[in-house]
């Protein structure tokens, strides 16, 4: 009389089972692509890349300025810049005002090293 249940709990649990290991690849797959973007030389182009003019403000955050530079293209994702910018202790630098040249081909060091030099500015 019941014999419809065992049957299809037994498919529940295969589908849910599924979705699980599905998942579970879909957030190690993503964790891995940040943690690459955090520690490799990621860059959005190959050299010689495009040149990018960026201003940033006395006012600007650095999570503000972080979107800006992804917003322009010059980064691909500004939480791992902003991770990558942590580990490298850029909050004790100070990032100055002023209009800067960033190529997009150019790694998150290089630009978080120009933003941190006070030579690194255009005006």
Do not use: E, Q
């Given at each position: 009389m019941n014999s419809w249940k065992p049957a299809a709990m037994t498919s529940v649990y295969i589908v849910?089972?599924?979705?699980?290991?599905?998942?579970?690849?879909?957030?190690?797959?993503?964790?891995?692509?940040?943690?690459?973007?955090?520690?490799?030389?990621?860059?959005?182009?190959?050299?010689?890349?495009k040149e990018i003019s960026v201003e940033v403000h006395s006012t600007d955050a650095f999570g503000d300025i972080a979107v800006r530079l992804q917003d322009k293209g010059v980064i691909h994702d500004r939480y791992s810049f902003l991770v990558r910018?942590?580990?490298m202790n850029t909050e004790r630098n100070k990032i100055y005002a002023g209009k800067y040249t960033l190529n997009n081909s150019m790694t998150y060091e290089q630009i978080l090293?120009?933003?941190t030099v006070s030579e690194g500015f255009d005006q």
């Open positions: 849910l089972y599924s979705l699980l290991v599905l998942g579970s690849i879909a957030l190690c797959l993503h964790g891995y692509r940040f943690c690459y973007n955090i520690f490799a030389d990621v860059r959005v182009a190959d050299a010689p890349g910018a942590k580990l090293n120009r933003l």
